[in-house]
């Protein structure tokens, strides 16, 4: 498919200067940041957070749940608390020098030009683009690379606080047309509005409560299909649970609500996709269950006005990814009978299985995505979590390896199949995003947009080692430091792990890496088991009942930077956003003598009540179901909020969450801060910071993420012993 539709995630996290938003921290040799903190623990008083009586039965067990009142996030009870909570967060963080130091520094290094990856559509070029410091990405287009471009939409002039973002676009085939999507205090909700490209004015067309979806053009560009959810009643909107997926389309001057097209009323947890063929020619629709990437695969044709739906896959047993189409053949990435992924050619005029042709079969390397672009595919995998591309022709041979920068992640490759040329960004943990251009005819790369930072990354280096986890499996970790630096036990170390649906964590740059290294502090990032560096197999291996692999996988990385003299115990900090947060949540509860901070960032930490708040229920294709009396048992075992034992010398802890969080709600810090403050007597802080109008991540603006980074580092450095 070409890029009609730009979902904005990834890019932004790219142009933020964070591809991956890896954290962690601490110190306390540096005689002045320990002397403050200890300081400022000695006054240590939190706020009261009364326990209440609530009991939960879940078959025979019966769980207590004393903080239920924090659920009620926009109580008077629950506001002063944050109020509160956050008073005393600052009060620690204030007293530590190298707070101001790192925020000056990362504002140093966060202000250089970033690029993402130009699009072409209806004959007009589009890219995002920030200056520096500007809180929010700017969509520019132009009528060709190179030439000069001009301000499209840009998100900074929507709101005064720079917390209205722009979450997905989509231009019209015509090029006349920008469909964009814009979220408010990073919040996940989000409303479509339509901006007339030839004017630079938006139309009065606007289409709310969308989530989770980009928009999909019909070819005449009359108007768009999306995917939407039924607006909340009677309960708060961040929290209320999103069931029964709908879509619909939308025409251009649509005064009324937009057409309902599509809708499963016996199916809440599946979630459908529409998208249009690049000819025109097909409507695609794509099921999934929850966050489970299996889906179904139903095609119809839109040249004949009287066709069904063919049901090309009607069964949960695979992921079938699109790819593109050429007349009737579709071009499709599965795991059918391939774990790490393959290509395989469907004819839709036989669309039996016994039809279907394999064109570039399965590899040792996992198969991150395919592009159909110049009558070609670029395939792009992942070698023990690095970039490989490759370009295949339509029969499945090779034509060249693209050669690449180095260690690091490549994206983009998007196009049409008449495509002369593409586009495609190459970061690592110490080079950011350049953009290079890709001339499909000699399959020559040159470089497009290269930014310039304040400091010279040569004098920085990454290493991947492999080490055993528990049970003996070999997991990767990339391990970044300035050249030549010595081995230390002394060495605080930033360790940053997710592990977790599907999702690899690659190399990517952000300006915190560096203000860490520079100082002589380590940053790595370990490859667990749940995420999606090793295909399918990798990831069925880190979820339900055997997601206690993925918190052996982690404590084994700190065991091995120990065992290696790398570091030593408490001079690691660990963190993780999300998934990643219940994985810190987790690891500190499990190990907490190896760990000097813990950094858990939006955290599911909950893990008896994840599924009843906003899309919680989609993620049982992942941790299971508290409801299921097996996997329960899981669940409760490692659940970072009912694990909290009285008595227990865990590490300082810093979490991080928004009050709009609205993909993992607040209420998940809110109560672990609690029941972490009510059972921890020792000195080490027990920290929550609140984000006020904050949500998950996407979209903040780039002032607010280096507020957080500079907190955080300092945090960490001031436990670690950073110097």
Not at 265 to 285: C, E, T, W
Not at 466 to 494: A, E, R, W
């Amino acid at each position: 498919m070409s890029q009609k539709t730009l979902y904005l995630a990834l890019a932004a996290a790219i142009l933020a200067g964070c591809a991956n938003p890896m954290t962690a921290s601490k110190t306390t040799n540096d005689a002045a940041s320990s002397e403050a903190g200890a300081s400022a623990r000695m006054e240590l008083s939190y706020p009261n957070s009364p326990r209440g009586n609530t009991v939960d039965s879940y078959g025979e067990v019966k769980v207590a749940d004393p903080y239920r009142w924090l659920e009620s996030i926009d109580s008077p009870q629950t506001a002063q608390w944050v109020k509160q909570q956050n008073a005393v967060t600052n009060k620690v963080l204030e007293a530590i020098p190298a707070r101001a130091d790192f925020k000056q520094r990362l504002t140093e290094l966060w202000n250089y030009e970033r690029f993402g990856v130009p699009f072409n559509e209806g004959g007009r070029w589009f890219y995002m683009r920030n200056n520096g410091l500007q809180d929010q990405n700017v969509l520019y287009t132009m009528q060709a690379p190179g030439e000069e471009a001009v301000v499209l939409l840009d998100p900074n002039t929507l709101s005064t606080d720079g917390k209205l973002a722009l979450n997905a676009l989509s231009v019209s085939p015509d090029g006349n047309f920008l469909a964009y999507a814009v979220s408010s205090g990073g919040s996940d909700w989000q409303t479509w509005k339509i901006r007339d490209i030839r004017t630079g004015k938006d139309l009065d067309d606007s289409v709310p409560w969308s989530k989770f979806s980009g928009a999909s053009w019909a070819h005449d560009s009359s108007g768009f299909y999306y995917g939407g959810f039924d607006e909340p009643k009677g309960q708060n909107l961040l929290k209320a649970a999103n069931t029964f997926q709908k879509v619909y389309f939308h025409k251009i001057g649509q005064k009324t609500p937009a057409n309902l097209v599509f809708e499963q009323p016996d199916k809440p947890g599946q979630s459908a996709y529409f998208s249009v063929s690049d000819d025109g020619d097909y409507l695609i629709n794509s099921i999934n269950m929850g966050t489970d990437e299996r889906n179904l695969l139903h095609v119809q044709s839109l040249r004949n006005k009287s066709a069904s739906w063919l049901k090309l896959v009607d069964q949960f047993e695979d992921t079938y990814n699109v790819i593109g189409n050429v007349g009737s053949t579709f071009y499709l990435q599965t795991t059918l009978n391939a774990p790490k992924y393959q290509v395989i050619a469907v004819d839709l005029n036989k669309p039996a299985k016994t039809n279907w042709r394999t064109l570039i079969a399965e590899s040792d390397s996992t198969l991150q995505g395919v592009s159909l672009v110049g009558n070609s595919l670029i395939a792009n995998y992942l070698s023990d979590a690095r970039s490989v591309v490759k370009r295949f022709d339509l029969t499945g041979k090779l034509i060249a390896e693209i050669a690449l920068p180095g260690v690091g992640t490549a994206s983009g490759f998007g196009g049409k199949a008449s495509s002369t040329e593409t586009f495609y960004s190459f970061a690592s943990f110490t080079q950011p995003n350049e953009v290079f251009r890709l001339d499909l005819s000699n399959n020559q790369a040159s470089s497009f947009k290269k930014p310039k930072l304040a400091v010279d990354t040569s004098e920085f280096e990454t290493v991947q080692v492999f080490y055993p986890s528990k049970d003996g499996t070999k997991i990767p970790m990339f391990i970044t430091q300035k050249k030549g630096q010595p081995k230390s036990p002394n060495t605080p170390v930033l360790l940053y792990g997710y592990g977790g649906f599907n999702i690899p964590m690659v190399p990517g740059f952000s300006p915190a890496i560096i203000a860490w290294v520079e100082k002589g502090g380590i940053w790595a990032v370990a490859n667990l088991r749940g995420g999606g560096e090793y295909g399918e197999a990798w990831h069925q291996a880190g979820i339900k009942q055997n997601r206690q692999n993925v918190f052996d996988d982690f404590a084994a990385a700190a065991d091995y930077l120990i065992a290696e003299g790398i570091t030593a115990p408490k001079k690691i900090a660990i963190n993780g956003r999300s998934n990643g947060g219940l994985l810190v949540g987790a690891t500190m509860l499990q190990r907490p003598e190896l760990f000097g901070a813990a950094i858990p960032a939006v955290g599911v930490l909950d893990m008896l009540r994840f599924n009843v708040f906003t899309i919680g229920k989609a993620w049982e294709s992942d941790y299971g179901s508290p409801q299921n009396p097996s996997e329960f048992k899981a669940l409760f075992a490692y659940s970072p909020l009912h694990n909290v034992r009285a008595g227990v010398d865990y590490p300082p802890t810093l979490i991080l969450t928004g009050d709009h969080d609205d993909r993992v709600y607040p209420a998940h810090s809110f109560k672990f801060a609690a029941e972490l403050q009510h059972a921890y007597k020792g000195d080490s802080p027990q920290l929550i910071r609140i984000e006020t109008r904050g949500g998950h991540g996407a979209g903040k603006p780039t002032s607010m993420v280096i507020d957080e980074f500079a907190d955080w580092l300092a945090f960490s450095s001031s436990n670690l012993g950073l110097k």
